[in-house]
């Protein structure tokens, strides 16, 4: 296949794709399902509405929203026009987002409200000048420490992670039609790169599906994974040490902490499939698909690492 130079290659694979699910939002008692083809229309579709306001090739538009596949379609809209994505976590404070609009020249901010309009356009003029080089996005620190600083990235920046992952996915696709589709429960914001690769690429790569729901309660999340049969959860440390503790407390509710601390033991020399069928009872919370966890961010600590991985999870 020929060599990637910029991410809207990505965006072409996707078309092909057709009414295969790329994303599930879980909004309340509400859920949202998106196919791969509405994707890259409404990317499009919105690209033209942005376009129609005045935003050109190399303009900075701040995007501030929960996860959702219209977040998705403005980062893609974005990348069709050449314009620059500048997010930020839905929490930010306005002081926060007033000082990066003003260090980024930003002509448009995007927020919850308008990303749910659905503008209906059809066509788009594509920038000339696109290559890897362009910028894609600038990615702002808190700035709970010092003045919030941007890194910028481009299409070769981040094509650089993208390539190795790509192509050791490869290997094994012909294995995945067994699975299909993969489903990652993503808990990770958007506005975070880590958040980012687990939501608007890798998981693209195999045709998985990509689902998002806000609360990170972690009997909600558990709840999720088995009704909709997540194989992958994406989050950070803290939350899986939190999904360990409710683990932990649920076995102390019912008097067992004795016997979970003397499985875990036992556990430390038994194979993945030994220490799955010990514990079948956790496993059968989670649903049956469920097989693995990606955990990005920040360190992860080594008790809660040895702690799933004893309970036969990856």
Known sequence: MRERQTLLSYLDDYARRGRETVFVDH????????????????????????????????????????????WATVFW??????AVVVPLDKGS???????????????????????????????????????????VEVIFTSG???????VVLTHANILANLRPLEKEIKKYLKWERFFHPIRFLNLVPLSHVFGQFMGLFVPQLTGGEVHF??????AEIVRTTRKNRISVIVLVPRVLDA??????????????????????????????????????????????????????GATLNQQTEDFW???GFA
């Not at 709970?144 to 941007?150: H, I, L, N």
């Not at 729901?213 to 972690?218: G, H, K, M, R, T």
């Not at 683990?247 to 036992?266: F, K, M, N, S, W």
């Not at 649903?287 to 990005?296: E, I, N």
């Open 27 to 70: 909004r309340g008692l509400r859920t949202a399902r998106w196919s791969y083809e509405r994707l890259v229309r409404e990317a499009h579709q919105f690209a033209h509405e942005l376009e129609a306001r005045g935003i050109q090739n190399g303009d900075r538009v701040l995007l501030r929203g929960a996860n959702s596949p219209e």
């Open 77 to 82: 809209a974005c990348c069709l026009l050449g």
């Open 93 to 135: 404070t306005p002081e926060f987002v007033n000082s990066v609009a003003k260090q980024t020249n930003a002509k448009l901010v995007l927020t919850d409200p308008v990303l749910d309009e659905h503008p209906r356009l059809w066509d788009i003029s594509l920038p000339k000048q696109l290559n890897e080089d362009a910028i």
């Open 144 to 150: 709970t420490t010092s003045d919030p600083k941007g």
């Open 213 to 218: 729901q806000e609360s990170l309660n972690p």
């Open 243 to 296: 999904l360990r503790e409710w683990i932990e407390r649920d076995y102390a509710a019912r008097g067992r902490t004795h016997e979970l601390h003397q499985r875990l033991a036992a556990a430390e020399h038994q194979n993945f499939l030994q220490r799955w069928w010990s514990f079948r009872d956790v496993h059968r919370r989670f649903g049956w698909k469920f097989w693995a966890f990606v955990s990005g």
């Open 309 to 311: 991985q004893r309970l």
